[in-house]
């Protein structure tokens, strides 16, 4: 008999452990037993797939640089990855702002649901704003000062620091390139090796995604808010939401355009890698399934991948950005204020910058969005307002976050022809072995 394809399998997953934990919560000891029996294994998946993130992008990025020969190439890449970026993250505010000024969700909130949400979230809001506060004190070089690792060892023992090691695959992927070929040819076949080891590993991980999603909705189901709080927040999150499928639209359109791929050819390509993105919230902990899902079914030569893909994780967030200038505006008109022009286009800068510096976890955006709160000056302690739906827009905004860095990688591969067919036709048969 065929095998059902992974992205059903992972849906059935997710279905199943919603419907469990609905039917868990109506018995007495049932949401106790899916803390302490059913959530540990969703935790022990999303280390898993953190586990290979650091090992991977060594790998591959050292593999991937070395592989390109010649330094130009690797700065014209580096060129039009950034470029194609930054313009994705533009487009993504616009968009919230276009969306959040025509349908207008804070007027709908009143008085008395303002001020028990900022009562209920004061105290989760303020822990959320004493961090922002760290990154608001750090000078104007600082982003490029952390770019820099004085030791790989304690970059690389830290998720955190993707970017540190990042910064010293490249930098130790030029040194091969620049040393005789002699000497670099079992430095090179050692990272081949190590890499492939790695891929294998994300192979066997995957196998056990549908087990770990359904632990991981069935945990957020049971432990989710009352729906009370969902519905006075409705409009909010409904404006985020029709905002992130603007984005996935835009998406496709960009990649049939530029390399001419079809949107059915793209989203069965990526759909596993958005499922779990959309399970862990996490683009740091999905990037082993993007890169993975990318190179093998999407046709992204490594060389591409292994680079734009880790970059695209930690500074490309459309997602967020898009979220951070919704939320920022709603919060604005909860609190009866008006937003000029001028304010809203100081938006579009902060939530661009603010979500190349969210980290690649849950709840990160969050975080930042404090600051773009502060630089539009809109009350912060307004945070505690949208606390309750920010879960589930969380794991909505990281499949935008996800889809975004497989788009661009697309384009960048295209545009220095490094885009070919796909190495898995059917697009499910590397787990079934
Ligand atoms: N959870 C998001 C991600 O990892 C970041 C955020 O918006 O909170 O992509």
Redesign the pocket.
């Known amino acids: 008999m065929k095998k059902l394809a992974l992205h059903w399998q992972i849906l059935i997953g997710m279905v199943a452990g919603v419907v469990f934990a609905l039917i868990m919560a109506n018995i007495d000891w049932g949401k106790t037993f899916i803390v302490n029996w059913i959530k540990p294994f969703g935790t022990i998946f999303i280390n898993l797939l953190k586990l290979i993130a650091v090992p991977l992008i060594l790998a591959s990025l050292i593999k991937g640089v070395s592989d390109l020969k010649d330094i130009s190439k690797l700065s014209q890449m580096g060129g039009r990855t950034i470029i194609t970026y930054l313009i994705t993250t533009v487009v993504a505010v616009s968009i919230g702002l276009a969306i959040v000024n025509i349908i207008q969700p804070g007027y709908s909130i009143t008085e008395d649901t303002r001020n028990e949400l900022v009562e209920s979230y004061k105290g989760d809001a303020d822990s959320r704003i004493a961090q922002a506060e760290e990154q608001k004190n750090a000078g104007p070089l600082k982003a490029l000062e952390d770019l820099v690792p004085s030791n790989i060892f304690k970059a690389a023992s830290d998720n955190g620091n993707m970017l540190q090691v990042i910064f010293f695959a490249i930098f130790f992927g030029i040194g091969l390139i620049l040393i005789p070929e002699n000497t670099a040819k079992p430095v090179k076949q050692f990272f081949d090796g190590f890499n492939e080891v790695i891929l294998k590993l994300i192979d066997l991980i995957m196998l056990a995604a549908p087990y770990g999603v359904f632990a991981l909705l069935a945990a957020l189901i049971v432990e989710s808010p009352s729906a009370d709080l969902f519905l006075a927040l409705a409009w909010y999150a409904i404006c985020v939401v029709i905002g992130l499928i603007l984005m996935i639209f835009f998406y496709l359109l960009i990649v049939w355009i530029f390399t001419k791929k079809s949107p059915k050819f793209f989203m069965n390509g990526m759909s596993p890698a958005q499922l779990l993105a959309f399970s862990t919230?996490?683009?740091?902990a999905t990037l082993p399934v993007t890169m993975e899902r990318v190179e093998e079914h999407l046709g992204v030569e490594e060389e591409v991948t292994s680079f734009v893909l880790p970059i695209g994780a930690t500074i490309n967030?459309d997602?967020?950005s898009l979220?951070q200038a919704v939320a920022a505006v709603f919060i604005a008109q909860a609190f009866g204020m008006h937003l000029d022009l001028a304010t809203q286009l100081g938006i579009v800068a902060t939530a661009t910058l603010a979500s190349i510096g969210?980290a690649?976890?849950?709840?990160?955006?969050?975080v930042m969005l404090v600051i773009v709160l502060a630089q539009a000056g809109i009350p912060e302690a307004g945070l505690a307002l949208i606390f309750a739906v920010d879960r589930p827009l969380?794991m909505c905004?990281?499949v935008v976050?996800v889809t975004g860095d497989a788009s661009v990688s697309m384009i960048v591969a295209k545009s220095v022809g490094k885009l070919g067919e796909p190495k898995v036709k059917n697009w499910d048969d590397n787990y079934q072995h």
């Open positions: 919230s996490s683009s740091a967030m997602g967020t979220y969210s690649a976890v849950p709840g990160a955006g969050m969380d905004r990281t976050n």
